[in-house]
């Protein structure tokens, strides 16, 4: 099988069934969760339609976790049927390896898109319900885009994550505890490391360092992911073929 063959059959797998819709919901969930239970006074002094739509839309730096966590599931998900086998069976190695990988970015392309069409439609009514309107400016779009660019990135990360950890529960506490357990309490008190981590740079990705001046821009954030993301990819790629040898 081609390594084309392997990456639309890996499309397929995940496209089939509830659990991919399980997965996009997530992406709506997250930025709901972190707008529910620590944000809904950011936009209380907004006082133009700009302002306010620009404040909603931080929460969109939620959705990278959510990409990350849907990249770990295109492996773990066969490592938990135990179907990996068959896969590296009829295909070359290097094959399943960059299918899975291609096949993260995708899915973090989707994820990403639903995420920002969906938190903008909530952000609409949210704003709508103190009559302003949904702002449809140059910073908008760019934080939609970059959205969608770090949702990508972090889609092939996970990939790599769920190489190097291929237990279902572990790589996904890892994906979805990371952020909030660890990196989030680190910008606190030692900003000048955490925008260094993959999660707070894939935040600057999404010019995060509108809403959190602390860290660096979305060019040099974006550096960064992708210094991590080599490593992340290599380090998946040691794994697995160990892992596989026979």
């Known amino acids: ?15 089939s069934g509830f659990r991919a819709l399980a997965v996009l919901a997530v992406a709506v969930a997250l930025p709901y969760c972190a707008w529910n ?23 969109l730096v939620a959705c990278p976790v959510a990409a990350t966590y849907a990249g770990c599931f295109i492996v773990t998900r066969d490592y938990y049927y135990q179907s990996i086998e068959r896969a590296v069976l009829i295909n070359r190695k290097d094959h399943v390896f960059t299918g899975k990988l291609i096949t993260g970015a995708v ?34 779009g760019q934080a939609l885009l970059g959205c969608m660019i770090a949702s990508v990135l972090a889609g092939a990360i996970g990939v790599s994550i769920g190489w190097m950890l291929p237990n279902y529960y572990i790589a ?38 509108w809403y959190f001046p602390k860290l660096f821009g979305a060019w040099l954030s974006a550096l960064i992911v992708l210094l991590w993301l080599a490593l992340a990819v290599f380090t998946g790629w040691r794994v697995f073929e160990r892992r596989e040898l026979t």
């Open 1 to 15: 099988m081609t390594m084309r063959e392997a990456t639309r059959a890996e499309l397929l797998k995940l496209s």
């Open 107 to 140: 899915v973090g392309l989707v994820v990403g898109l639903v995420g920002a069409a969906g938190w903008s439609t909530f952000t609409a009514v949210v704003l709508s319900q103190r009559d302003q309107v949904f702002d449809l400016g140059d910073d908008t």
């Open 172 to 209: 996904t506490t890892v994906s979805m505890m990371l952020p909030f357990t660890v990196e989030l309490p680190l910008f606190d008190t030692a900003p000048e490391i955490a925008r260094l981590l993959p999660y707070s740079a894939l935040a600057g990705v999404m010019h995060g360092n």
């Open 37 to 59: 239970f620590g944000g809904k006074g950011a936009i209380s002094g907004a006082v133009d339609p700009a302002a306010a739509t620009k404040a909603m839309l931080a929460y």
